[in-house]
């Protein structure tokens, strides 16, 4: 499993009156990693656009768990990797850890590549992920 790791410092924009990171910027983050993570294995979504037609990637569904608070000026390190691949949908797990190994929270994001569709009622249709996608992540 392929794995992409980036490393975030909590700033002062990232966080609520009391100094802790205000939880959409985690999502920020996951969406940060997401693409970061199909760029790494050479599937930029502008290439994914381009050489497939995939015009997205939205989400469906996500979640996470909080365990450690992260505070303005913490060091942190987000690891993101698919989990599941499952016709249609795929999961992107991430994982921040905080630079004393304590995990600071673990969240996923499940997801659908869409290509354009004229005939569907919001323009696009969901596609199963080709196997050789699937590939570069193993």
């Known amino acids: 499993m392929k794995e992409f790791v980036s490393e975030i410092r909590v700033e ?12 959409p910027n985690f999502y920020k983050w996951f969406d940060q990693g997401t693409e970061r993570l199909f760029t790494e294995n050479q599937l930029s979504y502008v290439e994914l656009d381009r050489d ?17 608070a992260c ?31 304590r995990v600071a929270l673990e969240g996923f994001e499940r997801r659908v590549m869409v290509v354009e569709d004229k005939e569907a009622e919001r323009g696009m249709k969901a596609i199963e992920v080709p196997q050789y996608i699937r590939d570069r992540f193993d």
């Open 71 to 101: 505070k303005l000026g913490a060091d942190l390190k987000m690891t993101s990797w698919v989990e599941e691949w499952s016709g249609k949908t795929f999961v992107v797990k991430h994982r921040i850890d905080h630079a004393d190994g």
């Open 52 to 68: 497939l037609g995939v015009s997205g990637m939205p989400l469906v569904e996500n979640g996470t768990t909080y365990k450690n």
């Open 12 to 23: 002062w924009a990232h966080c609520d009156a009391a100094g802790i990171v205000f939880y």
